[in-house]
């Protein structure tokens, strides 16, 4: 059965960030300028509003060549899967309590420490996760779903997912306190041996598969609101790999009015707010993909979204373009919100060294770690943001995370916003060309408002 670490012990710290050169910003805690973009290069010189907290650990070098190789297939990328871990560190994890998480030849491995939990730094509501595992047979383990950091009843407030001995009250495929699972449906479990997890989370309902065999269909009897994916060290050793997620429930954004259907004149964006005063031109094509040209611009969405998951596909049509998705917005402003970057340049052809923040950094707060897309070639874009915490994937590999720390502020420009706001698409420059196939958007907890 499930033991939780004691209150006295629990800790949350972000891990495994990848060193960046100065050229990539420093981090000076300053009042930011009130630009809502540019296409200046940070430089050691530059503040940047954002300051690592001193209980965190100090960055770490990782084989960028490595993390590249651990981009999706495109199709995979496409339909939304991402990894959750990139096989050299805990970049995106956070740590409750106190054992020996570690990374050990690509998986993360435990089995010594008091109870503790390996926590995604960001929530997550409906969603297909695969993962595989490696257990000795008296481990005592799991995968809790929709967590808070410190849960105190799987029956009631997540869900756990068992990795546990045939003698447990809820054996390995089981959810603790809710849904038992016969042993003999699983099988042996054999120390040296990888098994493999598919849960689909979606709504009051969680599907489990192990090794290609359904166990398990839950349904709720009460929701389960939105919370992290936390890996558990109880009791023994275990080891984790190759954990994916695709989110689930998410809608387009990009569907074209129905002309029969509309009151009035439609320009076939019907969910989005048009400023003809602006230069920047924003067309869906025949194909569905809204393609952006012209000088600056700015395309908002009519609803206000606060916690939310996005998932993108985008191409630039030339080097070295420039363009961003705006979030939490101060609706009708000049794209006053947090800005998530879209820009492939580098210095010195390094990955390493974006140019202009990268694509999926956040404009003038955090720099992608690495620049994980190319120009003229078509590129996912995930983008996670609760509460505080704003995460991003390109090609399906972690790019960003980062939390905001400033002090609460409704301008986002000026200090942490968590109140909703709409979406914001840019067109930066007279230069700009380059198209949005999926633009699809899920609300976390509540549905979106309007603004």
């Not at 961003?324 to 919100?337: A, H, K, L, S, V």
């Not at 999926?438 to 907890?445: H, K, N, Q």
Request: glycine share 8%; charged share 20%; proline share 9%.
């Amino acid at each position: 059965m499930v033991r939780f670490p004691s209150s006295r012990l629990v800790r949350s710290i972000s891990l495994g960030l990848l060193l960046l050169p100065l050229s990539s910003g420093c981090r000076q805690q300053a009042e930011e300028p009130a630009a809502p973009s540019s296409t200046e290069a940070p430089s050691a010189a530059e503040p940047v509003a954002e300051t690592k907290p001193s209980n965190e650990p100090q960055e770490t070098v990782i084989d960028p060549d490595a993390l590249l190789a651990r981009r999706l297939p495109a199709e995979e990328a496409k339909a939304g899967w991402i990894e959750l871990f990139d096989g050299q560190s805990f970049f995106g994890w956070q740590i409750v309590g106190d054992a020996n998480w570690r990374v050990d030849e690509g998986t993360i491995t435990v089995d010594a420490g008091e109870p503790s939990f390996l926590a995604t730094s960001v929530d997550w509501e409906n969603y297909e996760l695969q993962l595989e595992y490696r257990a000795a047979n008296e481990t005592n383990s799991g995968i809790f779903l929709r967590t808070p950091l410190s849960p105190q009843d799987p029956a009631s407030d997540c869900y756990e997912l068992n990795i546990a001995p045939p003698s447990n009250p809820f054996p390995t495929g089981s959810l603790v306190g809710r849904s038992q699972v016969d042993p003999e449906a699983i099988g042996p479990l054999a120390d040296d041996t990888w098994h493999r997890y598919h849960v689909r989370v979606e709504g009051n309902q969680v599907v489990v598969e192990h090794d290609g065999q359904q166990v398990l269909q839950y349904e709720s009897p009460e929701p389960v609101p939105a919370g992290r994916i936390s890996l558990q060290h109880n009791q023994g050793k275990v080891a984790f790999r190759n954990l994916r997620l695709r989110p689930l429930g998410l809608q387009s954004l990009l569907t074209a009015a129905d002309p029969e259907a509309a009151e009035g004149p439609t320009d076939g964006l019907p969910q989005w707010k048009r400023y003809p005063e602006m230069a920047g031109d924003f067309v869906l094509n025949d194909q569905g993909q809204l393609h952006v040209t012209g000088g600056r611009g700015q395309l908002e969405s009519r609803q206000a979204f606060g916690d939310f998951v996005l998932l993108t596909t985008c191409r630039t049509n030339a080097p070295d373009l420039n363009s961003g998705i705006f979030f939490r917005c101060i609706p009708g402003e000049q794209m006053n919100g947090y800005e998530c970057q879209i820009s492939n340049a580098t210095i010195d052809d390094s990955p390493l060294r974006p140019a202009d923040w990268g694509t999926g950094g956040i404009f003038k707060r955090e720099p992608a770690r690495i620049v994980a897309a190319e120009d003229e070639q078509w590129f996912s874009l995930l983008l996670v943001a609760t509460g505080a915490r704003i995460a991003t994937w390109v090609n399906g590999i972690q790019v960003n995370d980062w939390q905001d720390r400033r002090e609460p502020d409704p301008n986002p420009r000026r200090g942490r916003r968590l109140e909703p706001g709409t979406l914001m698409l840019q067109a930066h420059d007279p230069t700009t060309d380059l198209l949005f196939g999926r633009f699809e958007v899920a609300a976390l907890g509540d549905p979106p408002a309007q603004p």
